[in-house]
């Protein structure tokens, strides 16, 4: 998806440009340091740490698209989608901030198959506990309560709105965007 929206955003035509799909990091990794590939779009959170290694080897350099082209982009891509800022050091040789897309991370139910006590339950384990979690899996870093609530595409489970609440962060403005979620439905 996101080829596609640069494609579309520079005008390239696809059939001038040879693309290997692939749904292997590592496979994508491996291309780009043996120079089977000239340019990856690949997945990974900020500080992943097959960028670190192949950052480390001088086997990749991050670029910045322009704002107004990655905001164009993300007209293009689906509401999931949003543009956050990978800062400068975070990978060996990057001096420089750059932006890239950031997809979220969101976990589905149906609140009329989950209960709003299971999905309570649920959300009360993964953000009381979210320092141990992170330790298990390094995007539960970005995991966080706040993050969650200011990135939200799709209305909140009746479970997590009931953690929110308790926690004293659920606001009206919430609620309204809640209320307009759902009706977009």
Do not use: C
């Not at 035509?13 to 291309?31: F, G, L, Q, Y």
């Not at 192949?54 to 704002?67: L, M, T, Y």
Request: hydrophobic fraction near 40%; aromatic fraction near 10%.
């Amino acid at each position: 998806m996101i080829t596609e929206a640069l494609f579309k955003v520079y005008n390239i035509d696809p059939k001038s440009v040879r693309v290997i799909p692939t749904t292997e990091t590592n496979e994508a990794m491996d291309a780009l340091a043996s120079n089977t590939v000239d340019a990856g779009i690949i997945p990974g959170s900020a500080g992943a740490g097959y960028f670190q290694k192949a950052a480390r080897e001088g086997k990749i350099e991050f670029f910045s698209i322009p704002e107004d082209k990655m905001k164009a982009m993300l007209k293009i891509l689906p509401p999931a989608f949003d543009l956050e800022t990978v800062p400068a050091n975070t990978y060996p040789g990057q001096t420089n901030p750059y932006t890239a897309f950031d997809l979220s991370t969101t976990f589905v139910a149906s609140s009329k198959h989950l209960s709003e006590e299971v999905g309570y339950r649920i959300v009360k384990t993964l953000f009381d506990n979210q320092a141990q979690f992170s330790t298990y899996h390094s995007a539960a870093k970005e995991w966080t309560i706040d993050r969650t609530l200011k990135q939200a595409k799709i209305p909140f489970h009746p479970g997590a709105v009931r953690y929110f609440r308790e926690k004293g962060l659920w606001t009206p403005e919430m609620e309204k965007r809640q209320a307009e979620m759902a009706r977009r439905g």
